[in-house]
């Protein structure tokens, strides 16, 4: 007899049925259901039995090891789905997975296509029930500052509060870790808490109840500021908003007491918008965003005639590519809007996220140096950026900078657009080769073009390299000749000025 046997044996009870005793995730559940597949254990004589979680874990343990013989494969459509049936709150779903994985097991390959199957039919319910939950646990988190003592370079911790209705602490972690990865931030919950130190692993630790989570923060009421300004009660349909954001969430999103005082003063605001509307051709160019963003769509659409402010807050709601998502804001361009010169760079790095600001880290403190040395004044230029979110590779605690495809650049193309064409700057300057192409084509080279005057599509152009490009090179001795050149680029565009 096996030794697996022999464990099987000693955990039967009458009428032979098996016990499985394991962590309540879904990697050790399949530990055990890969066991009882190799020892040809029928779902009906399978008791499942949880045990309690650990106090502190990252990862699952499973209490043994894997059964050593072959079992069959199954779709990895099955093995996408029982991740996320593993969160359900019902606690019949591992007998669920169990019996699906058995069929699967034994020849019904199809068997996840029979819609009208009664397995399938629950499968699908608790896993779209689960995805549902996930989604409102990435829409309504909502993280407060918090001190904490002991933490190096008082570096603040973000806590949050959230009740989910299933099991998806573990399961959702990974996009707060990705979105996050900056901070170091808990969420807490009534069925498990998640931690992220900035590095490693998200740890977990079990339920706690609201009053471990803080009341507030310095920033909530500048967030109920900016909230008030982009509610939109021309678009306020109460059942839509309703359904997608139930009010049980409501007492954890510190914007939320704030809606019933707004719509009740809705026709007032209605009546005032359609008043001061007038249309604009020129916005017709930016890429109109997608839902649940159509609100701050409208408060754009509905509010002042064309200008640099209003094109910036319609590009706060841009969907056009995938950064959006991991990135922590849109970062528009800034200066007066009569500039007489434009410069234009890749894109927003890792500062630049943070403070929403163009030219604000490194790369742009070089920058300005190099504009007082050319004799440009800044704060007498516009400056912006070709792509306006943050493309990144996360490595720990740092965020390394990726550069934005030509699917990225397209698709941020129409804000750069409707910049140039609010400010119509006599010069613009292309700092790299992103920025070049971009605007000059794809047959621009920065090491044969750059330093000289181009005139394109009425328009003169000076390229050049981007800062950044020289804190790549070394140290400031070693950079100086190529320091004195960029300087002597810049120079030429004071010049012409």
């Known amino acids: 007899m096996s030794f697996q046997s022999s464990l099987f044996d000693a955990e039967t009870t009458a009428g032979d049925q098996v016990v499985a005793r394991f962590a309540p995730d879904f990697a050790s559940w399949q530990v055990e259901a890969r066991r009882l597949l190799a020892e040809d254990i029928a779902p009906a004589r399978v008791w499942w039995q949880p045990e309690p979680a650990r106090e502190h874990r990252t990862v699952s343990q499973p209490s043994a090891k894997p059964a050593q013989r072959p079992v069959a494969r199954v779709p990895k459509a099955f093995v996408d789905q029982a ?88 399961y959702v972690s990974g996009f707060f870790k990705r979105r996050f990865a900056n901070m170091r931030w808990s969420i807490l919950t009534p069925v498990g808490c998640a931690h992220w130190e900035g590095q490693g692993e998200v740890w977990f630790s079990p339920a706690t109840d609201k009053s471990a989570a803080p009341e507030g923060d310095r920033l909530e009421a500048a967030w109920q500021t900016y909230y008030r300004s982009i509610f939109n009660p021309a678009r306020v349909k109460i059942r839509a908003m309703q359904s997608e954001m139930p009010q049980k969430y409501w007492k954890n999103m510190p914007e939320a007491h704030l809606i019933p005082l707004m719509l009740r003063d809705a026709d007032r605001r209605v009546q005032a918008m359609e008043a001061n509307r007038k249309d604009s051709d020129l916005l017709r160019c930016g890429p109109r965003p997608a839902s649940p963003d159509d609100d701050n769509a409208a408060a754009v659409e509905a509010s002042a005639p064309a200008s640099l402010e209003r094109v910036a807050l319609q590009a706060t709601t841009c969907r056009n590519c995938p950064l959006w998502q991991p990135a922590t804001q849109t970062v528009f361009g800034e200066g007066p809007a009569n500039a007489r010169v434009m410069i234009v760079g890749e894109q927003p790095g890792d500062r630049e996220d943070l403070a929403g600001r163009p030219f604000v880290g490194p790369a742009g403190q070089l920058l300005d140096h190099a504009l007082a040395a050319a004799g440009l004044v800044r704060e007498r230029l516009y400056l912006t950026n070709t792509v306006k979110h943050f493309k990144f590779s996360p490595r720990g605690k740092t965020r390394l900078h990726a550069t934005p495809s030509e699917t990225e650049v397209m698709a941020c193309r129409p804000w750069l657009d409707a910049e140039i064409g609010l400010v119509a700057p006599e010069l613009v300057i292309c700092l790299g080769a992103t920025a070049g192409r971009a605007l000059l084509g794809a047959d621009v080279r920065v090491t044969r073009d750059r330093g000289r005057l181009i005139d394109h599509n009425d328009r003169r152009y000076l390229l050049t390299v981007h800062p950044s490009y020289l804190l790549r090179r070394g140290s400031a001795a070693a950079n100086a000749g190529e320091y004195e050149r960029f300087v002597e680029d810049l120079a030429r565009a004071a010049d012409w000025v």
């Not at 779903?93 to 019996?99: G, I, K, M, Q, T």
């Not at 994985?101 to 296509?113: M, T």
């Not at 002991?150 to 509060?161: H, K, L, S, T």
């Open 83 to 170: 991740r996320a049936v593993s969160c359900h709150c019902n606690e019949d779903r591992w007998a669920l997975l169990y019996r699906v994985l058995w069929r699967l097991a034994r020849g019904e390959r199809h068997l996840l296509q029979l819609g009208g199957d009664p397995d399938v039919v629950t499968f699908t319910r608790y896993a779209k029930a689960v995805r549902r939950d996930t989604h409102k646990m990435k829409a309504f988190v909502r993280f407060r500052e918090v001190a904490e003592s002991g933490a190096a370079d008082n570096e603040p911790r973000y806590v949050a509060w959230f009740e989910p209705e299933h099991f998806i602490v573990e």
